[in-house]
């Protein structure tokens, strides 16, 4: 396999490269909404508003480890 060198020079640089560091999260993130993340609630006679919805993704989001305000 070839060996590849990056060279950081900017700001914009290292975001890109935390962007790649952390997609394979950001993938998970994304199937865990559209395949799991209803399912929390599917027999949950609790009320379901905007609030549990984003408490819900931000404990997804802190489970792996994506913070996206680091990756834009």
Do not use: C
Request: proline share 1%; net charge negative; no cysteine.
């Amino acid at each position: 396999m070839d060996k590849i060198t990056l060279q950081l020079d900017a700001e914009g640089d290292r975001t890109f490269l935390k962007r790649i560091a952390k997609s394979n999260d950001m993938a998970l993130v994304l199937w865990e909404l559209q395949n799991n993340f209803w399912r929390k609630w599917k027999h949950d006679d609790s009320s379901f508003d905007l609030e549990v919805f984003k408490k819900g993704l931000s404990d997804l989001l802190a489970e792996y480890h994506v913070d996206p305000d680091d990756l834009v």
